[in-house]
């Protein structure tokens, strides 16, 4: 086997603060127990966060178990305590080559030399950061260390190991001058995108636009989302963002950053939407008017409900449709100029970004002077039964010239003709309820509605026709009972012929008995209807010869 003798790398000579091991112990003391930061003088050009396998170990940072192997050599590099022998480990351990991947020299400085075609600017995690030779404060054999963790495009966290020296994590800055030469891809992992994301919703103020996250070549743990206008960020780092009025005529675009342990951050950004248009209110609730139309009462309008609520509402009142000028407010007080006018309203919904945007228009109603006061209630008089008159005696109401109409009503509904003062029932009001509503009315007041009702409903009197017939010792009677409009009459009748009686139920307001008679001759027969709601009971008699 070949040994390269320059294989080192010689960071320790770079200019930066050399931590000797009693510093360190010092630190190990004086530091968090958690995560020891052996931190350089204020000349120095890295941050130190642990130094020692055991040392970084204790404060939470792996050497990928290097510390258990370093007596081996890897890619015929010198080993224990080496920066090629520690990166070539860390590099077969992610799964790279098992030889070195190139011929000829093996020091630090010839790794982006040799791997030129996969070497590039851009820091991964996995990827080993290379400085060539004298190259930012390295020594003339360069270093090579391995990228633990990609903070941004200028600040990385290493791992490293030293000839002549120890094991380190550090982080490094690109402002430090101790930026590496370069970062060579052997087999650092970061998160690929594979779509961009995309934004679904309208672009306009108002209306919440929604992200998606984009594909990536492997699944994120976490996702950030950045929301520009303009190119500008907004502040917003949710996956949903809604446009303000100053974002008006201004595209929007999302950028996405994928995050996962162990990989660098993939970041994407969308296309851009089309610019911000103005936002649409919506009404959810009709905004109302409060207050009655009389004079010097004073109208009250109210806003509704809206989305988003608007800045500023204003009203637009009318009356007969011809514009009040000088009140734009939510209130409108009613003078003897308004009397007879019908007052209407518009509401209208003012907000940055959004168009000036009008409700339906209320209608309030007329102006009125007051109202009709009824003074002394109408009477109605009468039996309420088919074939009987009801009565009205009017009222008094003020002021005293109002106009005065009548209608009599069958359960609610006008009665066609019956207008006049009485009112005789037919059999149509059997079973109803009959009442009478008085209307008055005067110009510039409201109209006053009296109804009086009449107790009870119009009953209908019953009718009892019986026909016998008597053979054979016995005797026959078919009853039948009708009342005016009451078809078919229903309920029970007691029927007797002689001394003989039952009580039979009515079927389709007929009833129909036999009687076995022990002598011949006539027999009185006597029938009594029990009644119903509408039909009162009632008797009728007869009388069968039986032979």
């Known amino acids: 086997m070949v040994f390269d003798m320059r294989n080192r790398g010689l960071a320790a000579r770079w200019g930066t603060t050399v931590v000797t091991s009693a510093l360190i112990a010092t630190l190990l003391l004086v530091g968090s127990p958690a995560r020891v930061g052996v931190a350089t003088s204020p000349s120095a050009a890295t941050t130190y966060l642990c130094s020692g396998y055991s040392g970084c170990s204790s404060a939470g940072f792996s050497d990928a178990g290097y510390g258990a192997v370093s007596g081996k050599m890897y890619w015929q590099m010198y080993s224990g305590h080496n920066c090629t022998n520690y990166a070539a480990y860390r590099v077969i351990k992610s799964g790279g080559p098992a030889t070195r991947p190139w011929t000829g ?20 995690v996995g990827a080993i950061a290379w400085w060539g030779r004298y190259s930012n404060g390295s020594g003339s054999a360069g270093h090579v260390a391995y990228v633990e963790r990609v903070v941004s495009s200028t600040e990385i966290v290493i791992s490293e190991d030293s000839w002549g020296g120890t094991f380190h994590w550090r982080t490094i ?35 919440a636009l929604t992200a998606s996250a984009g594909s990536w070549s ?73 207050g009655t139309p009389y004079v010097d009462e004073v109208l009250t309008a109210t806003a509704g409900t809206w989305t988003p ?5 204003g009203w637009r009142w009318f009356a007969d449709n011809v514009r009040i000028e000088g009140n734009d407010g939510a209130t409108l007080a009613l003078t003897t100029t308004l009397v007879g ?33 009824l003074t002394r209630p109408t009477v109605v008089t009468g039996t309420p039964s088919v074939g009987a008159t009801l009565t009205a005696t009017d009222g008094a109401a003020t002021p005293t010239d109002a106009t005065l109409t009548r209608q009599w009503l069958r359960n609610g509904v006008p009665i066609a003709g019956a207008t006049a003062s009485s009112y005789r029932l037919t059999a149509a009001d059997a079973g109803a309820k009959v009442s009478l509503q008085v209307n008055r009315t005067r110009k510039n007041y409201a109209p006053l509605a009296e109804t009086v009702a009449v107790p009870g409903v119009v009953t209908s009197p019953a009718k009892i ?21 009451v078809v078919p009459v229903t309920g029970k009748v007691i029927i007797r012929i002689g001394k003989w009686s ?18 011949s001759g006539t027999k009185e027969v006597a029938v009594r209807y029990l009644g119903s709601t509408v039909v009162p009971a009632a008797r009728a008699t007869g009388s069968v010869n039986v032979l």
């Open 105 to 124: 020299l093996g020091n630090a400085s010839e790794w982006g030399l040799r791997m030129a075609s996969i070497t590039d600017q851009v820091p991964n």
């Open 502 to 519: 039952d009580t039979v139920n009515l079927v389709d307001g007929r009833a129909r008995v036999s009687v076995r008679v022990g002598t």
């Open 465 to 485: 026709t019986i026909v016998t017939d008597g053979r054979g010792r016995t005797a026959y009677a078919r009853v039948r009972v009708t009342a005016p409009g």
């Open 218 to 290: 492997v699944s994120p743990s976490s996702l950030t989302y950045t929301w520009l206008v303009g190119g500008v960020s907004t502040g917003v780092v949710t996956p949903t963002f809604t446009p303000r009025a100053a974002d008006l005529g201004k595209p929007v675009t999302v950028t996405v950053r994928a995050r996962r342990a162990g990989y660098t951050d993939g970041v994407q950004t969308s296309v851009a939407t089309a610019a911000v248009a103005r936002g649409t209110f919506q009404l959810k609730e009709q905004p109302v008017v409060e």
């Open 173 to 207: 800055t690109k402002s430090s001058g101790r930026w590496p030469t370069g970062f060579i891809h052997f087999t650092d992992k970061r998160i690929v995108a594979k779509a961009a994301p995309k934004i679904t919703g309208t672009s306009a103020v108002g209306s």
């Open 341 to 373: 006018k019908t007052i209407t309203v518009v509401p209208v919904a003012r907000q940055d970004g959004y168009p000036t945007t009008t409700a339906p228009t209320i209608t309030v109603g007329q102006v009125l002077m007051g109202n009709i006061a």
């Open 309 to 313: 609520t608007p800045r500023v509402m």
